[in-house]
């Protein structure tokens, strides 16, 4: 799936036939993998053709009436570089009046809220004026409400669940030195300076053992267009497991920048409006924050969240290998998604997994049984 400009090397015959459309296709041929491309690019500037009453007879090409303005958000923020997107978006709205998503309050209302929906929402929020805006949060508000009720039954069911057997040996018990001496102070001895103590308090071993398995997640989510997905199922995650005392939650949002999005976790709604999807990748910046972020290595999980297209890989592969050498749990995830078919970079996701990372795709369900699992050891 292509992700950037058209290459130096493509095929000449290639290059023209994307360059003048489906119109060519009789002289010059295929595009090969550059099918989806071609198609929403066709969706767009196809119209230039629409009154061309012989193709319409034909029905050829991926037409106004066979992809939706929300389809076609979708996949030309999955398919191409910010740069093009912005100007495929303003010659939508400018140049076709393809304005129904972000100025038309009659077409959000008759629309049926769904996750497809509300990514082209946050695709193009900062399009819309004002009012189309209020309307468009209440349908996210539905949206989100509806998956944030679906993960957290699956979060109960996992905590409720049957547990896996517990290690037989026991932690040793830490003594209450405060206690113990106020109870003895009776049986000091002065002339030996020397306190008998025939009474000794311990901590409790369930104030101890919430103390030993405080555990913490740090979920690092790509920010770039193509990881929409998953950066509304990151906000929905960390929402739900928000409220878990054994379990302290961060989210942090990246691109060439880190934001961290932690103290508006309670509030996934106004969090996903804030966010700015598109910008470049730097991994390796997200996961030094983290880093800086644990409390005790052996009781954090990090969840890195990305494509996997980098620059440099190199140094989001070293941090990767100094979080695990330490003890860390670190998840590389293609897609955090109920429906998981990523596109990645496969060498640079495969270089992660050989430094110690665990790496895939989740869907949330599948994460929050992980995390559930790790924490009950």
């Known amino acids: 799936m292509p992700s950037s400009p058209l290459p130096d090397d493509l095929p000449a015959l290639t290059r023209w036939r994307l360059i003048l459309g489906e119109a060519a296709q009789d002289s010059l041929g295929g595009i090969g993998g550059w099918a ?41 923020h999955t398919l191409f570089p ?57 349908l996210v508000e539905k949206v989100i409400r509806d998956l944030i009720e679906r993960l957290s039954r699956k979060v109960k069911e996992h905590r409720s669940g049957p547990k896996r057997p517990r290690r037989t040996t026991r932690p040793p018990m830490s003594i209450d030195l405060r206690r113990t001496l106020r ?22 071993r369930a104030h101890q053992r919430r103390h030993m398995e405080r555990w913490q997640l ?21 929402a739900c497991f928000w409220g878990l005392r054994d379990l302290k939650t961060h989210l942090i949002a990246w691109d060439n920048n880190v934001v961290d999005l ?24 997200a996961l030094r924050y983290a880093a800086q972020l644990i409390e005790n ?15 440099d890989a190199g140094p989001m592969v070293r ?10 749990k670190v ?25 110690g990372a665990r790496v895939g795709a989740m869907t949330p369900g599948e994460l929050v049984g992980f995390v559930v699992g790790a924490m009950e050891g």
């Open 183 to 204: 109870q003895n102070l009776h049986r000091w001895d002065p002339v030996r300076r020397r306190l008998n103590v025939d009474r000794v308090s311990f901590l409790a």
């Open 36 to 76: 989806q491309a071609d198609a929403a690019m066709e969706w767009l500037y196809g119209r230039e053709r629409a009154k061309d009453a012989h193709r319409e007879e034909r029905g050829t090409g991926p037409g106004p009436s066979q992809m939706t303005v929300p389809d076609w958000i979708n996949e030309i």
């Open 218 to 238: 740090i979920l690092l989510v790509d920010q770039s267009g193509s990881m929409i997905s998953s950066a509304i199922h990151s906000a929905v995650t960390a």
């Open 262 to 285: 932690t103290d508006h976790v309670q509030d996934p709604v106004e969090l996903l409006l804030k966010v700015n999807l598109g910008g470049g990748n730097d991994a390796a910046k």
């Open 297 to 311: 290595p052996r009781s954090a999980i990090v969840v890195l969240i990305t494509d996997f297209y980098e620059g």
């Open 82 to 138: 910010r740069e093009i997107i912005e100007r495929l978006e303003h010659d939508a709205i400018h140049r076709y009046h393809l304005t129904e998503m972000i100025t038309d309050p009659a077409v959000l209302e008759r629309v049926e809220p769904d996750e497809k929906l509300l990514e082209a929402v946050l695709q193009t929020k900062h399009l819309m004026n004002p009012e189309v805006l209020a309307m468009a949060r209440k």
């Open 319 to 328: 941090e990767i290998a100094s979080l695990v050498a330490q003890g860390t």
């Open 331 to 355: 998840l590389g995830l293609a897609a955090l998604c109920d429906n998981a078919y990523p596109a990645y970079d496969k060498d640079t996701a495969a270089r992660c997994a050989a430094a």
